[in-house]
């Protein structure tokens, strides 16, 4: 219980490890680009090396390592961050399971799991880096013209889903299992890792998706079938809009078929857990009270949020020009002042010079635009919303 007590003290290094698209293991999503791996060395161990040991260190005794950097950030604005996230959420469900050594190394192996399935996806969504879509390499003339960094390469996890197919003692302790993307579902290697747990195990283990849910199916693979033999199963699905929002940014995919999905879903597997995750950012924080009044009509939803985009920069709500900001501001303070407060804090503290709008956002939007041959345009958007 004298964990927490620390001013920066952060649940997920505890309990939690994370696999990337290429199999390499990092301390959370939010901070993708340090790896806590060394060259072959295995997931086991990499949970108490001296890397995993030092952050523990710093995250107990009130330091604030640059790689939580987005954390602090938010903290900052006021903005609840992943580590608020996870203290609130989940501290009490895992504080009995955590046995820390005085080398702040853990007795207790990793007990939530989350891992990247590849960069393989069917859409190329606007805000995505190709780490996480491997069609946006079709654009990478485009993003580092804009000084976003980019692979070409379509990325597997391969050395990281052999660990977990052939050493089955790790799904002893797996108590959550976590896929993101890539896009699980349309990913050979999901199915493989799911079929490769011990059956008698599966009903142990909590299934969690983050997927754009433009496909039900794969292949041969009865899906719903499959969760059914796991202790519970969430979906949250990735939506950053409704209508001619969603068109836009998420280029590939068609907003009904998506809304008619996540009904499908419900109605084929009640039980399931099914939220909704918006990436707000200058794209959509415009439409934002739409969004929540379409999907709250639902009723079945478990949850509904909304994350702000930090990367790429010119992409994050802070590098809106004053006048449109202060009319989004006005919208959501008269549509839901306290559903939206993070948001509006966070519009109101951050500023970027307007340069930045002319230089990249706009710039960036227009070469997009005319090479996906949107019909809708961002400043359509923008002028249609706030009028």
């Keep these: 219980m004298k964990l927490p007590n620390s001013n920066t003290f952060c649940t997920i290094p505890f309990i939690h490890i994370y696999g990337t698209a290429d199999g390499n293991i990092v301390p959370c999503c939010e901070s993708q680009e340090t790896i806590m791996n060394n060259e072959k060395e295995s997931l086991l161990s990499t949970w108490n090396n001296q890397k995993y040991k030092t952050l523990r260190q710093q995250l107990l005794n009130n330091k604030k390592p640059n790689i939580c950097k987005v954390c602090w950030h938010s903290e900052k604005n006021n903005v609840t961050s992943t580590r608020q996230h996870w203290l609130n959420d989940e501290w009490n469900n895992f504080k009995d399971d955590i046995i820390l050594n005085d080398d702040y190394s853990v007795e207790n192996p990793p ?33 580092k013209k804009y000084g976003t960094g980019a692979t070409t390469k379509l990325l597997k996890p391969d050395s990281l889903y052999n660990q977990l197919m052939t050493n089955k003692e790790i799904w002893n302790h797996i108590k959550v299992l976590q896929f993101s993307g890539g896009e699980p579902i349309i990913n050979q290697n999901y ?34 079938e499959i969760w059914k033999q796991f202790k519970s199963v969430s979906v949250k699905v990735s939506v950053d809009g409704i209508g001619d929002v969603y068109n836009y ?27 909704i995750g918006n990436t707000t950012q200058v794209y959509n924080v415009f439409q934002l009270p739409e969004f929540f009044k379409h999907f709250e009509s639902k009723g079945y939803l478990n949850f509904i949020e909304n994350f702000l985009l930090q990367t790429p920069k010119y992409l994050n709500i802070s590098v809106l020009p004053n006048l449109y900001k202060q009319a989004i501001i ?3 303070t008269e549509q839901g002042e306290q559903k939206f407060k993070q948001t509006i804090n966070y519009l109101q503290n951050n500023n970027t010079n307007d340069t930045y709008w002319h230089t990249h956002t706009l710039p960036y939007s227009k070469d997009l635009e005319n090479r996906y041959n949107d019909k809708t345009k961002f400043i359509n958007l923008l002028e249609k919303y706030i009028n």
């Design 249 to 275: 940014i998420r280029h590939g995919a068609n907003f009904i078929d998506v809304d008619k999905n996540i009904d499908i879903l419900k109605e084929k597997l009640p039980e399931c857990n099914i939220g």
């Design 191 to 224: 199915y493989d890792l799911l079929e490769s747990i011990p059956k008698n195990l599966r009903s142990n283990i909590k299934l969690k998706h983050a997927t754009n849910l433009t496909h039900l199916k794969y292949k041969n693979y009865d899906m719903i």
């Design 330 to 332: 006005k919208k959501l």
């Design 111 to 143: 007990l939530w799991l989350e891992t990247k399935v590849g960069n393989f996806c069917n859409l190329k969504c606007k805000m995505c880096s190709t780490w996480s879509s491997y069609k946006r390499a079709q654009d990478i003339d485009i993003l």
